[in-house]
């Protein structure tokens, strides 16, 4: 049950490399997730479903759950996921619409200098008070094309005779739009910048899901090395009871003088030597254990960092010995490596640049039109003093009082040097590009054959190990025999029980190799996700 629930670990981590070419409509709601958004980071996750009698009881498998889960490494790389996501949301910025108001109040009292202004005296002052709203509305679209829309309205009263209006009101409604015709017009320019930002994002989530691999397979490391520590452990401890065993009857010989007294130092020098190479095991495997617990997320809580581990992987392989053919690994490798997919996105994002960059080395050429209607309204006194009020509103959306309005626009750079830097730096970039890609095909190339080579030395040493395990184990009893008949002497066992013991860490080593050397063998290929259910092309939302 716990073993299925790293489809879901892996959807919350890996779910951003998906194509995010369908994602057209991206939204600060939806990115904005509750565990961006709190200011505290959460506790180790489902560490409690492993313990079981007071210990921590972990499969490779359970390990690489835990380590998706809480590896602090993990999370923090995949937080440049989320810095694409929200760089991709940014680049929709240029098309928001844009919606302005404004309204202001202008009053002023002047000397007349006029008679047109109708005070009625030389000394009377002029007044006149104006009222101005206006609601404008715009936005620019794909095409590179702008579309304005605007009301406006002005009040205004005055003290002046002459006026027909007064107070009079004067509305215009204005429709315009700007076309680009060469520089930064046309679809490629203005959805550069977001095909950029989505390819950003392609990038970072294949980046991530390179990193999660490495992180996996320093996760399998990390057991591996916790399991052969263990097993040295195991040995040194082994071996100092059969040299405690050869002291004790040593000691009981030289007691009934059956042994001269300077040769029982031999042996209870082995129990000394011995000795210290348990104690130094038993550092060992704890600082092995206590690797596995960060990278698990252990650490992050006392709680599970003081309990004990319990590893349920042994060493030995189980069934046929994996085989591999070098091309065949390298096809696949250069199929699946999720760092392929990071270079191919870098390089298309480079020609986008150069084609924008040429794109900015053109004139700017600009069509622009412009219609409004326009609407008188007010207050007005007829000849019989009788007062008459009029709407501008009713006239502006009339349409007698049109305006119409056109403008062809020409800026010829003559040098353009920021134009011509910027297809400089794209050329650069794409050179660049291409030489990481070269260097990364050499590096994989490099990883999969030494991988490769890694497999089949294990395989072999493992083999060798077994025969010589079984020949030391003989050699062991055989020198025990001629001991206990009195045809040698205490040398030889010691000596016997030092090969062993180094017989069998020869091939707790061999086979710990060979488990490493089929993650690596993974992990070169781009296929080390497959064996824990980590399918990243088949993650949905």
Known sequence: MKYSRIELVACLLLLSVLPAWSQQKESYRDLATPQIRSPKLPGP????????????????????????????????????VEFSKFALLGAHQPFDP?????????????????????????????????????????????????VQAGLSSNNNFTNSAFNIFNPYVSSTLNFQFTQP????????????????ARRNLQQSRANFAAEVSNNILQAVGQYWLVVEARGNLEVARRSMDAAELTYKRDKRALELGALP?????????????????????????????????????????????ALDLELTEKPEPEGELRTIDAATALQEALTKRPEFNATRAALANDETRVRLAHNHLLPELDLTAQYASNGLGGTQFTSTGQKVTSSSINQLFGFNYP?????????????????????????????????????????????VSNAVHQLEQSKLSIAAGKEALDLAKKTMAAEQRKYDLGSETIFFVLEAQTELANAELSLLQAEVNYQLAVASVDHATGELLEPYHVQIADLTH
């Open 98 to 146: 844009l919606l302005t108001t404004l309204y202001n109040v202008n009053s002023t009292t002047s000397p007349p200098f006029t008679t047109l202004q109708g005070t009625g005296g030389a000394t009377a002052a002029f007044k006149n008070t104006t009222q101005f709203a206006q609601f404008n509305y715009s936005e620019l679209f794909e095409t590179g094309t702008n």
């Open 181 to 196: 015709l060469l520089r930064n017009g046309w679809l490629f320019a203005n959805r550069a910048p977001l095909v950029i």
């Open 261 to 305: 007294p300077l040769d029982i130092y031999r042996s209870e020098s082995q129990v000394a030597s011995r000795r210290v190479q348990v104690i130094q095991s038993e550092y060992a495997l704890k600082q092995a254990e206590d690797g596995l617990r960060m990278i698990i997320g252990a650490d992050q809580d006392p709680n599970f960092q």
């Open 403 to 447: 305006t119409y309005y056109a403008q062809l626009s020409l800026s010829l750079p003559l040098k353009n040097r920021g134009a011509k830097a910027e297809l400089g730096n794209a050329l650069v970039s794409r050179r660049t590009d291409l030489y990481t890609e070269r260097q990364l095909h050499e590096q994989v190339m490099l990883d």
């Open 45 to 80: 996750e489902h560490l409690r479903n492993y313990v079981v009698e007071g210990k921590l009881k972990l499969s490779l498998r359970d390990a690489v759950v835990l380590t998706l889960e809480n590896n602090s490494f993990v999370r923090v790389q995949e937080t440049q």
